[in-house]
């Protein structure tokens, strides 16, 4: 059984996702812990109603994004985790943590990447850009994080229609819900050592589901 962290900085009903998945065996694993960089998250309130250890860690008392990271790697240590979940997580990772957990740590972008992703591309920001630029289909990527914001191997990506009367709210909605079947059916696939992941020529990394 894998031991999975959830990292958060909002509502957590990606979060809710993976607790229910495991709840009802669908994902092979545990989440283990629950971790936020924001007090207020309502992620922290699901994660106690679970019983799930919980931590806020602030930003402004560790001062630095290293020495944040170092405190998030302890309880990662801590809690012997394997695979590290970005569940709306609204920090950058430092490289050092990123290396120590290679190809172990999941994001979840509401677009349809590498379209409408990296720096500035988050919450409705991101619905508004896709309606702005008239986009047809948006939808939501699941990948593996690297050093890049929003760029790292894609693992599972689904679609969904924009409509003319869409707002970034509606749209926004619109694409929480198959997030909501997406993230979970990664965390599953990874849960079972499912995802190969092969270096090919141009040095992109692909993954596929085996
Ligand atoms: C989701 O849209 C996710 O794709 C993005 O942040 C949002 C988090 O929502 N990275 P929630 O906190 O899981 O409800």
């Known amino acids: 059984m894998k031991k999975i962290a959830v990292l958060i900085s909002g509502s957590g009903s990606n979060l809710q996702a993976i607790i229910d998945n495991t709840s009802n065996g669908f994902i092979q694993g545990k989440v ?10 309502y992620g922290l309130e699901r994660a106690k109603n679970h019983h799930i250890p919980n ?18 790697l302890q309880l990662l240590e801590k809690y ?6 970005l569940a709306g997580y609204l920090r950058i990772l430092t490289p050092k943590f990123i290396a120590q957990y290679e190809n172990r740590i999941i994001n979840i972008h509401p677009s349809l990447l590498p379209s409408f ?14 309606l702005e630029y008239g986009a047809k289909v948006s939808g939501a990527t699941v990948h593996f994080v690297d050093n890049g914001t929003d760029t790292g191997p894609i ?10 009367e869409d707002t970034p709210k509606t749209l926004q909605q619109r694409i929480l ?3 909501h079947q ?17 270096k090919i020529e141009s040095k ?4 596929e589901i085996v």
């Open 204 to 207: 992109r990394t692909k993954v």
């Open 155 to 164: 693992i599972l990506q689904d679609t969904v229609y924009v409509a003319n």
């Open 177 to 179: 819900r198959i997030e």
């Open 80 to 85: 012997e985790i394997d695979c590290v979940v």
């Open 32 to 41: 283990s812990v629950v971790i936020s960089n924001k007090k207020d998250a």
């Open 182 to 198: 997406l993230l979970p059916l990664a965390v599953k696939m990874y849960c079972e050592n499912k995802i190969k992941i092969t």
């Open 117 to 130: 992703g990296g720096h500035g591309f988050y919450g409705e920001k991101v619905h508004e850009a896709v």
């Open 55 to 72: 931590y806020f860690i602030s930003f402004k008392e560790a001062g630095t994004a290293e020495k944040y990271d170092a405190q998030i």
